[in-house]
């Protein structure tokens, strides 16, 4: 007689949030926070599947130029020339 196994997806549930949580507590752990101000020069990383052997992995530095705070989480605007 084959048996039945009822899942308590209530359980699962909360389960799997309490490892996502300790998992993004352990990754947190070691970021150093940062504030950005406008003036301050940032690099972009370019993707590197896309790069030849002697191409530099960064665009050059960029002047912030305006730092948006809630609620757009901090985002930040660069100037990065003209596009013509």
Known sequence: MPTTYL???AAIQHRKQEVTNAS?????KHCIPH???VGDK???HKQINKLGKVQCPTQE???IVEVQDLPFNCTVVIDKGSYK
């Open 35 to 37: 504030e950005y101000h």
């Open 61 to 63: 530095p960029f002047v």
């Open 42 to 44: 940032i690099l972009i």
């Open 24 to 28: 993004n507590k352990q990754e947190n």
């Open 7 to 9: 899942a308590d997806w």
